[in-house]
């Protein structure tokens, strides 16, 4: 069974920086395709970036630009810098498999406040 463990959330300032990791245990990392997803109050979860076993990434509109995805296989993590960040950005945040997710780890919760 897949255990993700994200971490690295936060209070930080409009335009302040935030680096999110997560450890995805109990499966072969380097084959999978991955994910960061958030989750605002009242919003559906939504995928903000991913990443392939290549390394090639792609983002959300709203983050392009400001955050960037990256992995390490053999720590089997998953990164996601994000700056300039905005109240926007506000949520919790979850990495899982890009496609077919597996179950989903607790979160960390990203706050952008002044």
């Known amino acids: 069974q897949v255990q993700l463990v994200e971490s690295g959330g936060g209070l930080v300032q409009p335009g302040g920086s935030l680096r999110l990791s997560c450890v995805a245990a109990g499966t072969i990392f380097s084959i999978r395709a991955m994910g960061w997803y958030r989750q605002a109050p009242g919003k559906q979860r939504e995928l903000v970036a991913t990443i392939t076993i290549g390394g090639s990434t792609n983002y959300a509109d709203s983050v392009k630009g400001r955050f960037t995805i990256s992995r390490d296989n053999a720590k089997k993590t998953v990164y996601l810098q994000m700056n300039s960040l905005t109240p926007e950005d506000t949520a919790v945040y979850y990495c899982?498999?890009?496609?077919?997710?597996?179950?989903w780890g607790q979160g960390t919760q990203v706050t952008v406040s002044s």
């Open positions: 899982n498999q890009f496609g077919s997710t597996w179950d």
